[in-house]
Every structure is written in C-alpha cells, then in structure tokens.
C-alpha cells in the first residue's frame, strides 16, 4: 500500500511540474479556472451536505440523492416557464424556493418508500430500494420532460461579468457562490443553533438514547432528508443557472460527485462536506490542465470526470474516513 | 396501499382516491399509457393503455378488501373509484386549458383525448367517474371472492395478457410446427387477440394454476427440480422452433444470465454490491476483440476459442485489480467506489487518449465467429446454444462454488463479518475471491458478446448493464441459481417482445426493485436455503 502511496505522490509531482513548465495557459486562464471551480465546488458542496446528513442519522448512503438534485432542477424549471413577466431577484428567489420545495418532497418520498421500511435492518435492501428510486425519478423525469435538454428561460440580470482586480468574472458564478454561501450559512445555523438541529445530532450521535430523551426520531430523520434534499434542489437550480441546460440523468454523475466531496471531507461531518466540495470542485477545475496535460494526454478535458471519480476510489482507499474526518469515528458498521 | 381500515373514513377515502387519481394522471403524463395505447389487446377497443388504467381503479377498490363489511367496504370502494375519477378528469381537464403542453411532452391534445376515451366536457366529468366507480367496485368484487376463483380469475388475466403481448412469439411458435399453423390466424387478429384466441388464452391460464395448485396441494416436493428441467427443456426446443429472432432474444438472455451468475457470487452469496460490473464485461468483450478481430487495431489474431480463455482471464484480473484496494471498503461505500470504476474504465476507453489502442467512440469491428471444425457458427441459434452450453457450465460452477467451503465462507462474511471472522474466514481472501470469479465469469459473457456481435463499441458498455444485472439477480432472488434465470428471462427477454416498454423499462425496473425488495425480498424464485428458512 505504501508503495502505491508514494508511486501516485510522484505520479502528480511529475504532472504537476511538467504542466506548468508547458506554460500552455495564461494567468487570465488560470484566474477563471479558479472561479469556475469554486461555483462547481459550491454546487458539490450543497449536494454533499445531503448526503453525509442523512448519513449521520442514518449511517446509509442516500443512493437517490442526485436524482433529488436533478428533480430540484426540474421543479423550478416550471415555475421558470410559467411565471410572470418581468425581470428581478424575486424571480431567482422563487425558483431557488420552488427548487428546494421539490427536492425536500422529493426526499421524504424516497425516505417513506425505501428506508423507512428497512429501519432495523442491515442489509442491502434499502440501497436497492434507493437504487429503484433513482432509476424512477430519471426516467418520470424523461417520461415528462422529453428526451432532450432543457433550459431556463432567460434571465437576463444574471448575464455579463463583472470585473474584479482585473479580472473579467461572470456575474451568474458570483451568484451561485453568494447564494451557495447564503444556504450553508443558514444550515450551520439550523443545525448548530436551533432545537431541531440539536435533535438531530442527538439522533446522529446515538438513536436509541435520543429517542429515550423523548425525542421523536423518524421525524427527525424525515426533516434530515427533506433539509439535505432542499440543499440539493438549490444545487440543483444553480447548476441550471450557470450550465444553462439540465437532463434527467444529470443526477447520477453529479451524485457520485456530491458522494465524493462529502467522503473527501469525512461523512458525517458538515463542514467537512462544505470544504470536500469546494476541494472537489477546484481539483476539478485545475486538475487537467494542471496534471494531465503535463503527461501529454491529448484532449484532457474529456478526463475531468474520470479525475473526480478517481479521488473518490483513491480517498476510499486510503483514507475513508476523509480529510477533517468523520464526525462520528465510533460504531462503523 | 395502506387502507385497510374496518370503516372507511372520510379522510382515508379522499388520500385513496387522491392517490389512484394522481396514479393515473401520472400514467398518462409519463408518457406510459400514450405508449401503451398503441399496443391492441382485444381490437378494436381495448388496448395495453386503457388496460393500465384500468388497472389502477381496479386495484384501488382492491385494497378495500378487508374493511369488514361487504357493506362498508363496497361504499368504500365505489365512492373511491368516483372520486378518483373525478381527480383524474380534472387534472387532465387542466392541463387542457392551461397551455403547459410545452413543459411536459405526453401531455398532447390527442392524447388527453385518448386518454378521456374520446369523451370532452361534461360528458367526461359523467361518465369517467362513473367507469372508474364500477372498475373499482368490480375490485372489491373481485378480491373478496373464495381464494380458489381469484386465482382462476387473475390467472385467465394473465393468460390473455401474455398471449396478446408475446404475440410475436407465439405466431413464430404456430407457423414453424406441423399442424398448428393455422391456429395463428384463429388466435390472433390484426393488431391483438380475437375472442376464441382471449377465451383459449384464459382457459390456458386457468389450466395452468389448476395444474399448479395440485402440484401445491401434493407438498410440492420435487417441485424444483421438476421445474428446472422444464425450463431447459424449454429453453432448448423454443428457439429451435422459432425464428432468428427469438434465438437472438434468448441469446441475449443467456448472456445476462451468464453477467448474472458471476454478480451473483459477489452480492448473492459474499454480499459485495458491485455497480461497476460492466467493467469486465467491457474487459472481456475488448479482450476477445483485440485478440482475435479483423482490424489493424488487433493485436492478435487467435481463434475464438484460444481467446476465449484469455479473455476470461483478463476479466479476471480486472477483478483482482480492483478488488485489492476496493475491499477494504465497507457496504454501501462499495456500491459508490465500484460505480465510479466502473465509469472510469468506460470514460477511458471513449476518450481520445485511448483511442489508439481501444478504437475510441468508433470501436472495434469484424471479430470472427466461433467455429466448429471448419464450420464457422454463422446462425443465431448456433450462437444461442454455444452460449446455454457456457451457461450451464458455469451455472454447474456456481452450484458446485456456493456449496464449497469458499461458498459457505462467503455466506458466512455475508451474514456476519465479524462472527466469520472470528471462526478463521479470511475476510479479504474470501471477498477478492468471489470478486475474480464473478468479474471471470462476466468476461465469458463479453467475449461472447463481442464475437456475437462482430463488434464493439464503447455504448455498449454504460451503467445500464450493471442496473439489468443487479434488478434480474434481485427479482430472480439473490443467491438462487434459478432465480438467475427467471430473472433475466422477465426483465431481459420479455421488454424486446414489449417494444411499448423501450423506454421505460428502467422505470419498471425500478418499480420491481422496489415492489420486490419490500414485498417479497427472497424473490421470484429464492434459493433453496433462504425457503427452507435457513438463512
């Protein structure tokens, strides 16, 4: 194992130092890399909160939890054909609100139909279930919406840049940032300062004891679903914003990333799921300029998945506990 | 659907119908019943769609059997029904007048048409209401009646619903045997079934649960072997008497029984869920093309059956090199690191970094056939059988595996690590072991599947094969040989005679994967131990 370690530090070290001494991009290139990272780290972010949530009160993984994303996507996105004339912030606000609404409904579905059931068993059943689910959502998705990608109507407020020390940035990036920042504040706030947050950590910290305190522990483990699931559906509504199409498989990849930002930053842990997504996001970004084109590889661009699907085995591999660490390192089944 | 309460309420009447009501909405949002309304059961009027619909009402006054009284759950039931179609009427009604035919795409004005039976306006708020009450007044019906007629009814159901759907195959059955092959024509109309042709398909089905029930009513000892035999003498006189095209069919369910049997190793018996499955069967199928096409990419130009070994050897170690470091990971981190490798490899071999070496999107072309002596197999039957041969040579594996001390090592790991743990299981051994023989055993079925389809390109190999394999192994029952089978003859070989299904077969897949894991979680056909109550 330890020859694997020290083979892939070299393995980047050679990639990293041969990329730049390439000098292909320009400080300008790098600069947009940087922001565009951080918008796609914010976007993993919120769909990674999700998925360690539910993991701490549960200790499962969410199987259908990019599909929640993708739904999330698709629920504002009536409300963006149909709604009034008129251009202003109130209409962002009301798709990231009909957003979150979806994907919270969403959530509590897939937690009625496919753990709930299973509660005290071990097995893989709800997994498969969730599995099922996924696979409902993508194509009822399909089945509604039509084969092809669809988009926002425009919104014309969120076009242009706006230049910062020099550099031209696009406005809709700056947006999804503020507003990730805005949700993820707001969450912390939930979960560290309110009663409901309290009991769920209660119930993350040990179910049986928590339920001897009086508390009611498949609600909490309901609203825990329905709050990760609204985090998704804003994901998913920025997503939207800023790629300006969605489709009704664009969960799955985007839940396998979501997954490994919240297993880069420990799962279980929320601010680690927080910083695993930017982490993810500007490794992303950076990576295939910045390693893969040191090894000649042509067209890296077409890798920047493999790259994030390849952090997620590597993590798991040698560190499944994450980077900051899983909150909860006792009782791994 | 929970409601069976002693007394309808007020409040469980409107969540029911509510829920049937948006059911079928959904139906015909979705995009099902435009699908299904194409497909004729008894020309002229009752089609696959109309069916479907039915279906909802039916069973909603289904689940009020058991409310007590015929009184109660009768009122029950048909108030339900009116209700529901009053939702249903209205919703659709709806989407008529507001214009959001752009946002959702089933949604057209011919097929909310259909879908009122050609009725508009208040003759639709009538007489759909109306319908959906008796239909579901015909459920309760149904559903209180002695156990004996139930099953003679549903399974006269299910007798006309299999002969008019699996209509290509039975015609191509009468047409290829002396003496039937004007039966066809008495059976079958254009479009769908004739009234002879329904009332011998019910009487058939009647038949057959008569035949069962007797063999029930003897214990049903033996019953399993008794099965297993018919099945194969089925599976090897259909194809024989059919045409190319239900020989292709079958083929390709021996192929997924094959992918079956190997994940069947890994999740059945040693509870590993593996998602990235159609990584060997990549690995096999671009092995045998490598080693044996006819194109300037190959690197070798073996025979099939020199290649065969070597493929499988491939995928094996495609198995052991990911499996080595991807163990270590527990449960449902496993599902999650597979899934990824799974896309790595298929990224790769589509990207343009590869290309040079795996063809890239344009694949690999002209890999041979198989040949016997000097005979090339050219036919599908032939391919058909090669492939049953291999089945069952590794269907006789798996047996001879799962009752092994490796086998009973991996059900143990499965059931409890840490208590096989402590009784010696070598945790990892065991786990790797079962992840080589079942990546193995899927290279066989992409070597087959490369040399079968001449070709291989990289869209063959998405995540969509390993979702098939894992709902067929789910359905069949995980850990049962059969089960295997069974499995992927419904979800593999049925959908290509349901063309209506195309596109939401993983919709339906992801029904089942539900409906089974939640109602009958040991599956069609569950393993011998797991019916006895052993495990």
Known sequence: MLAIRVALIILICIGLTRSLAQNEYSRNDWISFGVFGLTLGSIYALVSLGYTMVYGVLRMINFAHGDVFMAGAFGAFIVSDVHVAGQSFLILVALLAVGAATSAAIAIIVERTCYRPFQDSRNLAPLICAIGASFILQYTVRGLFGTGSRAYRDLDFLEGSVTIAGYAVPFVQLIVIAVAIVAMILLHLLVSRTRLGRCMRAVAEDRETAALMGINSDRVITITFAVGGAMAGIAGVLYALVFKQIHAFMGFSLGIKGFAAAVLGGIGNIPGAMAGGILLGLGESFGPAALLSGFGIASPYQLKDAIAYGLLVIILIFRPQGIFGERLATKRM | ?535
């Open chain 2, 1 to 535: 659907m929970p409601y069976p309460l002693i007394n309808p309420t007020l409040k469980t009447i409107g969540m029911a119908a509510a829920v049937s009501g948006l059911l079928a909405v959904y139906i015909v949002a979705v995009g099902i019943y435009p699908a299904f309304a194409a497909r004729q059961i008894l020309p002229p009027s009752l089609t696959l769609g109309y069916l479907m619909l039915a279906g909802v009402w039916f069973y909603t006054g289904w689940t009020y059997a058991r409310s007590g009284s015929w009184l109660n759950g009768g009122i029950g039931a048909g108030t339900t029904g009116v209700v529901s179609g009053a939702v249903y009427v209205s919703v659709l009604e709806l989407a008529k007048t507001e214009n959001i035919q752009g946002i959702f795409v089933s949604l057209s004005a011919p097929t909310i048409n259909s879908a009122f039976f050609g009725l508009s306006g208040v003759t639709a708020f009538i007489v759909i209401p109306l319908c959906t009450g008796v239909l579901s007044l015909a459920g309760f019906l149904i559903a209180n009646t002695p156990s004996r007629v139930r099953s003679c009814f549903l399974s006269a159901f299910v007798g006309i619903l299999l002969a008019a759907l699996l209509r290509d195959l039975w015609t191509a059955l009468f047409s290829n045997l002396t003496g039937t092959r004007r039966w066809a024509s008495w059976i079958y109309a254009a479009g769908g079934l004739t009234w002879i042709g329904a009332a011998v398909a019910a009487l058939a089905g009647v038949a057959f649960q008569f035949a069962r029930s007797r063999r029930m009513d003897n214990g049903g000892r033996g019953g399993d072997i008794g099965a297993v035999v018919v099945f194969v003498l089925i599976a090897i006189v259909i194809p024989y008497f059919t045409n190319a095209f239900v020989a292709q069919v079958m083929l390709l369910v021996g192929l997924y029984a094959l992918m079956g049997m190997g994940l069947n190793l890994e999740l059945g018996l040693a509870g590993l869920l593996d998602l990235g499955f159609v990584a060997f069967f990549a690995i096999g199928a671009y092995a045998m093309a490598l080693l044996s096409a006819d194109a300037p990419i190959a690197i070798a130009r073996l025979t099939f059956w020199e290649a065969l070994p070597i493929a499988t050897i491939c995928a094996a170690l495609g198995g052991f090199v990911f499996g080595l470091p991807v163990l270590r990971v527990r449960g449902d981190y496993l599902a999650l690191a597979t899934l990824g490798l799974g896309e790595i490899v298929r990224i790769l071999v589509v990207s343009d970094f590869m290309a040079s070496t795996l063809g890239g999107a344009q694949g690999i072309v002209a890999v041979p056939r198989p040949s016997l002596g000097d005979t090339p197999m050219t036919s599908q039957l032939s391919m058909y059988y090669l492939t049953l041969a291999l089945s069952a040579l590794v269907a006789i594996a798996g047996y001879r595996l799962r009752h092994s001390p490796i086998g009973r090592a991996w059900m143990a790991a499965r059931d409890d690590e840490d208590a096989a743990a402590t009784l010696g299981v070598d945790l990892v051994k065991s786990k790797l072991k079962a992840y080589v023989l079942g990546a193995a055993f899927a290279g066989i079925a992409g070597a087959l599947f490369a040399s079968t389809l001449g070709s291989v390109f990289p869209q063959s190999f998405k995540l969509d094969v390993s979702i098939n394999v894992l709902a067929l192994l789910v359905i069949g029952g995980l850990g049962s040989l059969p089960g295997v089978f069974v499995g992927s003859l419904i979800l593999i070989g049925m959908p290509e005679f349901l063309r209506e299904f195309g596109e939401f077969r993983y919709l339906f897949y992801g029904v089942l994967l539900i409906l089974v894991m939640r109602l009958r979680p040991s599956g069609l056909w569950p393993s011998s131990l797991k019916a006895r109550g052993e495990i």
